[in-house]
């Protein structure tokens, strides 16, 4: 199984550039999240979705966009990329968010931008 | 706003050693507290999962405990091997009206020596 997959893994932006980090799972997975983690920091919620169709800002959602047309997928936009936005990002999806379901995650997208 | 801590960030220790791993939080109307492991470049790997009603979870020489009212979890390794080396991560959900998410803790470097 796939599980969830992140692209690209390491990109370099440029200041003013703007950039999507694809996502997508093939586990029929309800909901989705993306996350980005600082160095030596703990993971925070950038946004997530319930469901295809709708989506809700998490903790830190300023400077970002998603979308999710399907299932599958949940695309995560930087818009004119800043440098506190270099980071390293992860997807991550759940069949639900009742309790006893565990939460799948990419293996991350390290992003720089200069 | 809920807060997660894990002390201390990095713990190194000799091949067979028990050992145990601290995460505490502020705000005890938690669904549930999770635990994963995170290997250098790579994504989260959940662990175990407590539920607000339980006292505890185990998975082979992995055990974790919650205490609610006090707000913390312990994750136990019996007989650490080397290949447990990897960072810890502990996360506190909470549910409340559609802002569900998990906060997370920043992390206990674990060094276990041959």
């Known amino acids: 199984n796939a599980g969830v997959t992140q692209t690209p893994k390491f990109r370099i932006l440029k200041i003013g550039q703007s950039m999507t980090l694809q996502c997508t799972q093939d586990?029929?997975?309800?909901?989705m999240y993306w996350y980005r983690q600082d160095p030596g920091m703990g993971l925070k919620l950038i946004y997530y979705s319930v469901g295809a169709g709708i989506t809700d800002k998490g903790e830190v959602p300023n400077g970002y966009n998603v979308s999710r047309s399907t299932t599958e997928d949940f695309p995560l936009r930087l818009e004119l990329a800043a440098p506190s936005q270099t980071s390293v990002y992860f997807c991550a999806s759940s069949y639900s968010w009742a309790a006893g379901n565990t939460i799948y995650f990419g293996e991350g997208s390290w992003l720089t931008v200069v | 706003k809920q807060e997660v801590t894990q002390i201390p960030a990095a713990l190194s220790v000799p091949e067979g050693e028990n050992l145990v791993l601290n995460c505490s939080f502020t705000?005890?109307?938690?669904?549930?507290l999770q635990w994963f492991r995170q290997d250098p470049g790579k994504g989260l790997t959940s662990l175990l999962l407590?539920?607000?009603?339980?006292r505890e979870q185990t998975s082979g020489r992995l055990n974790a405990s919650l205490d609610k009212s006090s707000g913390r979890s312990t994750l136990y390794i019996a007989a650490s091997q080397p290949g447990d080396s990897a960072t810890y991560l502990c996360?506190?959900?909470?549910?409340?009206?559609?802002?569900?998410?998990?906060?997370f803790g920043s992390g206990t470097q674990l060094t276990v020596l041959p």
């Open positions: 996360a506190a959900a909470i549910s409340s009206g559609s802002a569900r998410q998990l906060t």
């Open positions: 586990m029929n997975h309800n909901y």
């Open positions: 407590i539920q607000s009603s339980q």
């Open positions: 705000d005890s109307a938690i669904y549930n």
